[in-house]
């Protein structure tokens, strides 16, 4: 098992109370923790007092992050699953998995001693759950490992680890991983370039999301306009977002070209009600979708799927049964609305990495690019909601991808 310089430089040097790595993405920082300092750990407190315990955002990503690679090197005989009881069989000791995402998830060791955690994707955790956790690592043996990528400069983790608490923190960046194929590390540079997903996943740094979102398509619009022959698309898909008085009902079409290579924005629309002369109730909603999916059908091609907004769960029933009644191929489901962080990151690879596209048909949508930009009043990473941009476009796009993006950008 090879190992990098700075990995080696954590074994050697991390032996404080708080152990954390922050940086790049890939870049070699949880590697070192489930082939050598999680199993390490574990077996140095054996018959110890206390709990042991790793936590992550979910139990999900605990198994997808920690504990599945430290199963393909140690087999299933060291590293079990997850069972009823949060807990999983780990180095001959039984070790709590929890999500740390809520409160109310880590409830089970409220009050437990820790004589060693790990932490996953830290920066990702509320709060409360690393306040609670300071009091619980409370033997003199207690440790904390963990890792995470860098977020905005004003997160609470940042403060944490800018105080005088016993901390050893090493910095990653993604050239620190000498086993990544340069390619890959070339590919990625460039799906970053020019944004703050440069600075934090590549170079590592605590940045602040400031300006616009999609630069790269801010400053060149016209190098994103693609005419599409329809025979080129595997799949077309639709994306409705609901607005009120202040916003809009946007409705958006995007196709991929095979094997999911490219994806193309086909057609976009927004409807204000001040625009409208006659009220825009459910059936008056029912029939512009409908008359949107034919105007998609007559020039692209068949309509696969159509995504709407779940947060109207009444308007939504209603484009379904209209839809599936007009359009029976067509199959209808309400949006997943995963974090709208992870939607931007994944636009902004696949424009870095030249794989979207947009038509002429889309004028609402690509004014929406042009115009989306990052909150500055926020200390988290969130888009400028306040009605002087077009969010819903953004929000009807990213309907249609959402589900995809681990096979889009490898998510």
Not at 155 to 164: M, T
Not at 220 to 225: D, K, S, T
Not at 281 to 289: C, E, G, P, Q
Request: aromatic share 10%; proline share 3%.
């Amino acid at each position: 098992m090879q190992l990098s310089k700075k990995q080696n430089e954590y074994i050697v040097q991390a032996n404080n109370r708080w152990n954390i790595k922050v940086g790049a993405v890939r870049s070699g920082k949880s590697f070192v923790d489930t082939s050598f300092i999680i199993p390490y750990r574990i077996r140095e407190r054996i018959g110890k007092q206390g709990n042991t315990v790793i936590l992550g955002v979910s139990r999900e990503t605990i198994e997808r992050n920690v504990l599945r690679p430290m199963r393909e090197l140690y087999t299933d005989r060291l590293v079990g699953e997850i069972n009823n009881h949060n807990k999983a069989r780990i180095c001959g000791e039984d070790v709590y998995c929890l999500g740390a995402e809520k409160v109310s998830q880590v409830s089970k060791i409220r009050g437990d001693s820790i004589k060693y955690c790990y932490g996953d994707e830290i920066a990702d955790w509320n709060k409360e759950v690393f306040q609670m956790l300071k009091s619980r690592l409370d033997k003199p043996y207690s440790c904390f490992d963990g890792a995470c990528n860098p977020e905005n400069p004003t997160h609470w983790f940042k403060a944490f680890l800018d105080s005088d608490a016993d901390i050893y923190c090493q910095k990653y960046e993604i050239f620190d991983n000498p086993f990544l194929d340069p390619k890959f590390v070339g590919d990625l540079c460039k799906e970053y370039e020019g944004t703050i997903y440069y600075d934090r996943y590549i170079l590592g740094l605590w940045k602040r999301a400031e300006g616009a979102i999609y630069r790269k398509f801010a400053d060149e619009p016209g190098m994103f306009l693609k005419s599409i022959n329809p025979n080129d698309l595997m799949d077309i898909s639709i994306g409705i977002d609901f607005g009120g008085n202040q916003s809009g009902h946007a409705f958006v079409a995007r196709g991929y070209t095979s094997k999911y290579r490219q994806i193309v924005a086909l057609m976009s629309r927004r409807i204000l009600q001040k625009d409208c002369e006659e009220a825009i109730d459910s059936n008056v909603l029912d029939s512009m979708v409908l008359a949107f999916i034919s105007e998609v059908e007559d020039k692209y091609g068949s309509v696969d799927e159509l995504y709407w907004d779940n947060a109207e769960t009444v308007l939504g029933a209603g484009i379904r049964n209209a839809v599936e009644e007009r359009f029976p191929h067509i199959i209808v489901r309400p949006a997943k609305k995963i974090r709208i962080k992870d939607r931007i990151d994944c636009t902004v690879r696949l424009m870095g990495a030249g794989r979207f596209f947009i038509t002429e048909d889309c004028e609402s949508l690509s004014k929406a690019l042009e115009e989306a930009v990052w909150d500055p009043e926020s200390l988290l990473d969130e888009r400028l909601d306040d009605g002087s941009t077009d969010i819903d476009s953004l929000d009807a796009f990213e309907y249609t991808i959402e589900r995809d993006i681990k096979y889009l950008i490898g998510g």
